[in-house]
């Protein structure tokens, strides 16, 4: 049973969102606040997975919610659905690792996808990737929302293949394009699951998933090969780690 908070000032929009959250029989509703000192109360006594957040409330808003619940090591923070009448808060609120974002009035279907979103989370949640994070409050990424090219985009973390560092930017490739945002790669490493992504150099991640194998050139240095043919260079430092995690999946006759 998925234990879920509701946090909105307006008294019907929580009636409704708990009535619809009842048709579900994989969640309970725990708890109900009206503003953030109450989400931050109930937080502390009931530890929801999943938990419905109202963008604007009165006194801190969601965003002023979820940094107290970052910078506080004895409360876990649950997987975050907004809800909001305004859309102006999307980038912020995906910025923040929000499962979903959804616009009052949303249909059934919507909250629906929403909630099977987060259970989709909850369900292949690493538990590796979980420890590694629990002490920085945060969930591993599952989307990157940015723009690019005049379009807002949000790009699911599993299909990016590699990520490489340009001076004060990073370069996200998904295989068919590249997009540029405004991030450091050691930022960016952190909110990785571990379990998925592996750094293989100072300027370079790689997600496993697309790793085909590893060569050494010419020069005897480190090439990892990609599924598609792309290659990433790899420094020494990092290769003996990354021949373990791959399982020594290297071209035969020759030695790393």
Not at 143 to 162: A, D, N
Not at 213 to 219: G, L, Q
Not at 223 to 240: A, D, E
Request: with cysteine; hydrophobic share 40%.
């Amino acid at each position: 049973m998925i234990q879920t908070l509701v946090a909105d000032d307006e008294p019907l929009a929580r009636k409704k969102l708990r009535e619809l959250l009842r048709a579900d029989p994989d969640v309970t509703v725990v708890g109900e606040a009206t503003n953030g000192s109450e989400v931050l109360r109930l937080l502390r006594q009931t530890t929801p997975q999943v938990m419905f957040l109202d963008v604007c409330m009165p006194g801190q808003d969601a965003f002023a919610v979820l940094e107290e619940i970052s910078a506080d090591k004895t409360m876990s923070m649950p997987r975050v659905i907004f809800t909001t009448a305004y859309d102006q808060y999307a980038l912020r609120a995906f910025d923040a690792q929000a499962v979903d974002y959804l616009l009052k009035p949303f249909t059934v279907e919507r909250l629906r996808s929403a909630v099977q979103r987060a259970k989709d989370q909850l369900a292949s949640a690493s538990p590796a990737a979980e420890q590694s994070l629990a002490g920085r409050g945060q969930e591993p990424l599952t989307r990157v929302v940015f723009k690019s090219r005049g379009r807002i985009l949000f790009l699911q973390v599993s299909e990016i293949r590699w990520i490489a560092a340009e001076e004060n930017y990073i370069r996200i490739s998904n295989g068919t394009e590249s997009h540029l945002l405004r991030n450091t790669i050691s930022s960016m490493e952190e909110r990785l699951d571990p379990q998925m992504f592996l750094r293989v150099h100072r300027s370079a991640i790689v997600n496993l998933q697309y790793v085909k194998e590893i060569r050494t050139d010419a020069k005897d240095d480190f090439v990892v090969h990609l599924v598609n043919g792309q290659k990433i260079p790899m420094s020494r430092s990092y290769h003996t780690r990354i021949r373990h995690l791959l399982g020594h999946r290297l071209m035969p006759g020759r030695t790393c």
